[in-house]
Structures are given as structure tokens and as C-alpha cells.
């Protein structure tokens, strides 16, 4: 089925170092979605955007919904061993009310 | 956001046989909710969207007569998968849609041997 491209699939990073990921789309999305998911557990929800443009945070996280609705990238500041896991974007279909989401980014963190 | 259970958390089961896997939001009535499949190292794919009192929708390529999809109520879907065979061994996940975003379930371990 149709994905989200996100890049890079993995990282692996010291403690204390600031990381970013992203996610390109040929196709426009009114809402833009970034997940973290732990070993063994469903995806949480880490933030959500819903304007072009539009920057939000949540603690030591940043994202942005790219203003041509066809992109997203995710901040993470002064990563902690917690930061661990799998990030997946993910976009909302408007028409279809299902989610496409990108392969994912592992990172790895050295403390 | 809406608070989801899914129950077993994992599950071995043999060849040919069936399992049961349920899905339960607590504190949200969901007329809609999803069921996705993830195999080691990759994405979460769709199988099908579940609807309470009708039938369930599946995603291309996936069997609705393998996999059994029965939204019983405003709170839980259960997703059955028949004559399991072991490369139906996946991890299953649910969600329950808000007005964009998906709460999703802890997810079920399957091991069909």
C-alpha cells in the first residue's frame, strides 16, 4: 500500500545530541501525525498537526507541517536513553479517515 | 486521547487453529475501529476497518474469511484468525480514531507454530 517516505531509517547517537527525522509524500495531507513505538508495545501519539506551517512542540520535541502539506520533520533536543525507539510520521487521509504512515526511524541512544 | 486494551497480549497457537483477539477502547465509543499487522522490523500495515453493526471493510489483499472481524459493541472489535498458519505470525494492532488521530492498542503477539 501507499507510504510515507521517512528518513533515515535509523540512527544511532550519544546522549545529549539533538536528532531529526522526516517525511516527504507525493500527495497533499490536511493532518500530519509523528508516533514513537517502543519494543513490543502499539504507537503513542507524540504530536499532531493540522495547519501548513504550523510548528509545535512538546517538551523536548519539535515538528513541523511542511507548508506545501507534503512533508513533516521531527525534532528531538538533548536526547536521553528514554528517547529510545521506533518514530513512525504518519498522514491523515481526509477522504478516507485512515492513516498512511512512513517506514519508520530506529534510533539508538548511547548514554 | 481514547484509552485502548487489547487482550491477550500475546498468544502461541498451533497450526490450524483459530484465535481470538479483542480489542477494547475504555473510555471512548467507537463506531470505527482499525486493524493493523506489523512484522518485525517493518511499518504498520492496514487490514481492516471495523464498523459496529455492519460489516467490516479489508484492505486489498487481505482474506476477510481468514481473518474474522466482529464489532459487537460501541467499545470492543475482536479480530479472529482462522486455520492460523505460521506465517500469519505478526504482531496485531488496534486503534480507535479521534477526529484526525489514532489511539492505538498495546498490540497482541501472535506465534502460530
Known amino acids: 500500500g501507499q507510504q510515507l517516505n521517512q528518513s533515515p531509517q535509523s540512527m544511532f547517537i550519544q546522549e545529549g545530541e539533538d536528532v531529526s527525522m522526516n517525511c516527504t509524500s507525493s500527495?497533499?495531507?490536511?493532518?500530519w501525525l509523528w508516533y514513537k513505538q517502543d519494543p513490543g508495545e502499539g504507537p503513542v501519539l507524540l504530536i499532531a498537526?493540522?495547519?501548513?506551517?504550523e510548528l509545535t512542540s512538546n517538551g523536548r520535541l519539535t515538528a513541523q507541517f511542511g507548508i506545501t502539506r507534503k512533508d513533516s520533520f521531527l525534532n528531538i533536543s538533548a536526547s536521553i536513553p528514554s528517547d529510545v525507539g521506533i518514530y513512525f510520521c504518519?498522514?491523515?487521509?481526509?477522504?478516507?479517515?485512515?492513516?498512511?504512515f512512513g517506514q519508520g526511524t530506529t534510533l539508538q541512544v548511547k548514554p | 486521547g481514547a484509552v485502548v486494551s487489547q487482550h491477550p497480549s500475546r498468544v502461541i497457537c498451533k497450526s490450524g487453529t483459530s484465535v481470538k483477539i479483542e480489542c477494547r477502547s475504555l473510555?471512548?465509543?467507537?463506531?470505527?475501529m482499525f486493524w493493523y499487522r506489523q512484522f518485525p522490523k517493518q511499518s504498520l500495515m492496514l487490514m481492516a476497518t471495523?464498523?459496529?453493526?455492519?460489516?467490516?471493510?479489508?484492505e486489498q489483499g487481505v482474506e476477510k474469511d481468514k481473518f474474522l472481524i466482529n464489532h459487537a459493541s460501541l467499545t470492543l472489535s475482536t479480530l479472529t484468525v482462522t486455520s492460523a498458519h505460521p506465517e500469519d505470525s505478526s504482531f496485531y494492532i488496534c486503534?480507535?480514531?479521534?477526529?484526525?488521530?489514532?489511539?492505538f492498542g498495546p498490540g497482541t503477539r501472535l506465534t502460530v507454530t
Open positions: 486503534s480507535v480514531p479521534g477526529t484526525y488521530e489514532q489511539y
Open positions: 500527495s497533499i495531507f490536511n493532518t
Open positions: 498537526l493540522y495547519k501548513a506551517g
Open positions: 504518519a498522514g491523515h487521509n481526509s477522504n478516507t479517515g485512515k492513516l498512511i
Open positions: 473510555d471512548f465509543q467507537a463506531t470505527t
Open positions: 471495523s464498523n459496529e453493526g455492519s460489516k467490516a471493510t479489508y
